[in-house]
């Protein structure tokens, strides 16, 4: 992780590979549960006596279980993984693009200090959301293509480009491919915090460690991960109604604000409707994140490795070129008589 020895001898790409791999590892085992919380989010309760479904799903979820039962029963186990493509590519540029200005900020940040200290948790936050804005203006119409095929019926099953088609098509025209862009920027204290609560709580409960083993980098990011994501859950499924279609209780028209969808939430559902489907967020979220920095962790140490190998390499062939440049020019330089 940043601020231990590995920062003077990885570069920021180095921590981006890292970071991108251990998260699309991570989304991948438990993208079923993404596939669940997107399908909550995105309905209105109701009660069954309800003459119209205010939700974009064929079928309305009562819980998380209740949504897998109806899932499989209906699309089969695919059903559980569609828009993975789409949301692995989203995943992987988001994190690349995340930790690599994250690192290269923070390591920018720590050079440019007389005395060099780690931050303190108010500029780890301020690292960590000025890094967040920039990888999210450039990867968030992969997370609206993908939220629309996660939200799609059994029959209107489309694949990635056609979906970014449809959405292009949409009222909103190419600017569709960045609805929810407010929000999102907004959310990017859901990444400072877990980060910056992930590095407050390794020098509080590691004090020290250079290395975290992988039980404590999976506990670090859980904790650190369930911390932001209460903070943030109105704001996640705010931006959730914005990315999808509209419900058919306001007949196709959409959202424009995330105000707008959280007035409509409350409207129909009261305030803890902004904090539906937050039991397979957190649990999806407590999973990603404690193995995106067990994976990461591993990662990073095994590319210092590779890293500092091949400098080795590199200093070890110019030493032979410069030998032999040197060998070279004894031999053609001229005989001096004595």
């Known amino acids: 992780m940043p601020g231990t020895s590995k920062q003077a001898s990885l570069p920021p790409w180095g921590y981006a590979v890292a970071g991108a791999t251990g998260a699309v590892l ?7 549960l993404d596939i669940v919380k997107t399908r909550l989010q995105v309905q209105m309760k109701r009660q069954p006596t309800d003459p119209e479904p205010f939700t974009t799903n064929a079928h309305h979820y009562t819980s998380t279980f209740d949504a897998i ?5 209906d699309e089969g186990i695919i059903g559980l993984y569609s828009g993975i493509n789409g949301a692995l590519i989203g995943v992987a540029s988001t994190n690349f693009a995340y930790f690599f200005w994250y690192s290269t900020i ?26 967040g804005a920039v990888a999210q203006v450039f990867t968030i119409p992969v997370a609206v293509v993908t939220t ?8 209107e099953k489309k694949g990635l480009i056609d ?15 960045w609805r929810g862009l407010k929000a ?29 083993r992988p039980w404590e980098a999976f506990l670090l990011g859980a904790m650190s991960k369930a911390l932001a994501t209460i903070a943030t859950q109105p704001l996640i499924v705010a931006k959730v109604g914005l990315q999808s279609r509209p419900p058919p209780a306001r007949n196709g028209k959409p959202f424009k604000s995330f105000i707008e969808v959280m007035k409509y939430i409350i409207e129909h559902e009261g305030l803890l409707g902004l904090f539906k489907g937050i039991a397979p967020q ?19 140490i095994l590319f210092v490795l590779l890293f500092a190998y091949s400098q080795k390499i590199k200093s070890e062939k110019l030493r032979k070129m410069a030998d032999a440049a040197a060998a070279k020019a004894q031999q053609t330089l001229p005989v001096i008589a004595k």
């Open 26 to 32: 991570a989304n991948a085992v438990v993208y079923p």
């Open 69 to 73: 039962s109806k899932i499989v029963s």
């Open 106 to 131: 923070r390591a920018y940040y720590l050079s440019s200090q007389a005395l060099p200290r780690p931050p303190n948790t108010a500029t780890e936050l301020s690292l960590g959301a000025l890094a």
């Open 148 to 155: 629309r095929q996660q939200t799609q019926s059994k029959g």
């Open 163 to 177: 979906t970014g088609r449809e959405v292009v098509h949409s009222e909103d025209g190419w600017t569709g491919l």
């Open 184 to 212: 999102s920027l907004v959310l990017v204290v859901n990444p400072a915090i877990t980060y910056g609560a992930y590095q407050r709580l390794k020098d509080v409960l590691f004090p020290g460690k250079k290395s975290l």
């Open 282 to 300: 957190i649990t999806k979220g407590l999973l990603v994140q404690g193995l995106l920095m067990m994976t990461k962790e591993r990662l990073e």
